[in-house]
């Protein structure tokens, strides 16, 4: 009898550990990108813009984006809201006018990216301006074609805010103003 309770003492512990494990990287994914405003930069602008793909039996959240300074070819990557959040921003954002030059789309254990000139051309040339906050749309990520050509579609589904985003906007220093919502040259791009 004492070793069986030794043997479920032991599976009981090993479970309980698992779960802690388990519960420290569901937190860890979830934890909230901390944003402020630079006091250095006072006239610096918040870029953002949002995606959800699906795929046969996996789904994604978010997007990455890259933007490059014309002028001084200085770069600049988005960073998501938080781990499961199709939002993500570029905060401290000196005005200039920059392009798009690349886009990450994570979709399951699977990134689609694309940094082709295809991209620059789709978002067109964006001019930020002192001090303001801009949203350059929310995305659908969707597979089509046969599968020997099988395509990752990145559409532009609406320019809704989501409350989180425009939360974390204001309290990071941007509150003046409304997003100024900017419309890329297409309504979708080929992502692979």
């Known amino acids: 009898m004492i070793v069986k309770d030794k043997h479920i003492t032991m599976k009981t512990t090993k479970i309980f550990t698992i779960l802690t494990l388990l519960m420290g990287l569901v937190f860890s994914s979830c934890t909230t990108l901390k944003v402020t405003k630079d006091p250095n930069q006072p006239d610096s602008s918040v870029l953002a813009i949002s995606a959800r793909s699906k795929g046969v039996g996996m789904d994604g959240f978010g997007i990455i984006i890259r933007v490059e300074n014309v002028e001084t070819h200085q770069q600049y990557d988005s960073k998501t809201l938080s781990g499961f959040s199709k939002d993500a921003i570029i905060p401290n954002l000196p005005a ?3 392009n798009v030059v690349r886009v990450e789309v994570p979709v ?3 990134e689609f990216k694309n940094w082709s000139p ?4 789709f978002f067109g040339t964006i001019v930020i301006e002192p001090n303001k906050k801009y949203y350059l749309g929310s995305y659908r990520g969707e597979f089509s074609g046969s599968l020997s050509d ?3 579609n990145l559409v532009l589904e609406s320019h809704e805010i989501s409350n989180d985003l425009v ?3 204001s309290k990071a220093g941007w509150k003046d103003g409304d997003f100024v919502l900017l419309n890329p040259v297409g309504i979708q791009i080929r992502i692979n």
């Open 108 to 110: 399951g254990g699977v």
């Open 118 to 121: 295809a991209i620059k051309e």
């Open 96 to 98: 200039g006018t920059y």
């Open 167 to 169: 939360s974390v906007v």
């Open 150 to 152: 099988r395509a990752f």
